[in-house]
């Protein structure tokens, strides 16, 4: 922003505080896990905000740094200033997104929102802008006596189910309203397949504003369903036997102002820089899984008979593979990478997809041919003849995979993949070490 528009913007936000009686501003930013951080400060505090001297410990902050080198800054992203709307007329809170700066004015290697900025900057290197347009499943769950979630859904309802049999209804709609009011625009709100399951979709917009957003997404709805009574959560499979939580991410690149995946001339109306990218995507999908689906409980969501995407194909007429191309042409021409789900950094996820469509790109990749068959109902031998391959099953497996990627490496920086790979390895470790309630049933009688 240049000096006298962010001048503008500065005076500008400043009367908005004074007319909607904002009170304390909430500075933003995430750890490399996409854990929501921040520090609220009076607004007596607001030009030491805009001249970005608000300092915080970033030893204290999962993945940063250690305690010998913590100081660290917050510069304000001023675009995402918002009142927030769930609290009172008075002593009204609003946020501000913030990158974070070393001691010495220079970008945090370790802040994710720098990563997914540093790959778009290349990607505007090479012409191109990204548009992203996310879609975001959540359960809401009950809470026992104590307010503690549980896994006991409200509603008995099924796939585009309305109230009353869908009892979440009226915590989706104020969801919805409350997202407006913070500048969001509703395409569609719905139940999903499973019992307590539900999305709310939003527009494409720029990828680093649509990662902020799915940040803000979240935090809106977990505080609306706590004002309901209810749990929400986006723990990609709480419950055995149904679907998990998916976050479809639709992805396009725009060349001059134009859609660049689309040419009316080419088969699918897929331009060849939309084949180079779905072909980068395909070849680190594997090396990705790590980011994109981050916990051992994300690969309960990656089986066979939920409509979770394991394979690694892409087609433009079904949605089985990995990698599906939504039926509009023109402007709206699009990938949708199936895959992450909402427990991811949204900023590391859409920093590794464009890095790996980038790659495709730069090396006029080409993809393999389209399978346009369900592959849920294909053989193993018959997946194994039409060399497709399967996504990670495991977070170990993930891990493996994630080592093998240098692209990966390369994208994140030394500074986030070494800590994530170390906390990745630790969350495995521990998981392995716990004794689970399945192997009490299944072993505890028998043995």
Avoid at 195 to 207: C, L, M, N, R, W
Avoid at 217 to 225: S, T, Y
Avoid at 299 to 320: C, D, F, H, Q
């Amino acid at each position: 922003m240049a000096d006298t528009a962010r001048e503008a913007r500065v005076e500008e936000i400043r009367k908005m505080i004074a007319d909607n009686g904002v009170d304390f501003l909430r500075l933003q930013f995430t750890d490399i896990y996409g854990t929501l951080k921040n520090i609220s400060i009076p607004v007596s505090q607001y030009d030491k905000v805009v001249k970005n001297q608000i300092m915080f410990d970033g030893s204290s902050i999962e993945g940063f740094v250690r305690i010998e080198e913590s100081d660290m800054y917050l510069y304000p992203d001023l675009d995402t200033f918002a009142i927030l709307p769930w609290h009172p007329q008075q002593g009204r809170v609003a946020r501000i997104i913030c990158d974070v700066y070393n001691a010495d004015k220079e970008p945090f290697c370790g802040d994710p929102r720098y990563i997914l900025k540093k790959v778009l900057a290349e990607a505007a290197e090479m012409g191109f802008a990204m548009n992203v347009g996310p879609e975001c499943e959540f359960f809401l769950f009950h809470t026992d006596e104590e307010g503690k979630p549980t896994t006991k859904t409200h509603d008995d309802a099924a796939y585009f189910d309305l109230g009353p049999i869908d009892l979440g209804e009226n915590a989706r709609r104020d969801m919805c309203l409350s997202l407006e009011q913070l500048g969001f625009e509703i395409e569609a709100s719905h139940h999903e397949c499973a019992p307590g399951q539900h999305e709310i979709d939003f527009k494409y917009t720029s990828a680093l504003h649509a990662a902020d957003n799915i940040l803000t997404f979240k935090l809106v709805v977990k505080v609306i369903a706590q004002q309901h009574g209810l749990y929400a959560t986006f723990m990609p499979k709480p419950v055995f036997g149904q679907a998990g939580s998916g976050m479809h991410i639709n992805m396009s690149l725009s060349h001059n102002g134009e859609n660049a995946f689309y040419d009316e001339s080419k088969t699918f109306g897929l331009s060849e820089t939309a084949l180079h990218f779905i072909a980068g995507l395909v070849k680190h999908a594997k090396g990705m899984t790590l980011i994109t689906n981050p916990s051992v409980n994300s690969y309960k969501r990656l089986v066979p008979g939920y409509e979770a995407p394991v394979y690694i194909a892409w087609s433009a007429k079904n949605r089985s593979p990995l990698i599906r191309i939504p039926s509009a042409r023109g402007a709206g021409t699009r990938t949708e990478l199936r895959n992450p789900d909402p427990s991811a950094n949204p900023y590391l996820v859409l920093a590794v997809a464009l890095a790996a469509g980038l790659d495709g790109i730069k090396n006029k990749l080409t993809p393999p041919e389209p399978k346009d068959s369900n592959i849920f109902m294909m053989t193993e031998e018959e997946r194994k003849a039409a060399g497709i391959d399967s996504l990670p099953t495991t977070l170990l497996e993930a891990i493996a995979e994630f080592k093998k990627d240098p692209l990966i490496r390369e994208t994140l920086g030394e500074h986030i993949y070494s800590r994530y790979l170390m906390g990745k390895e630790h969350e495995w470790s521990e998981y392995n070490k716990q004794v689970h309630q399945w192997e009490i049933d299944e072993y505890l009688s028998k043995v």
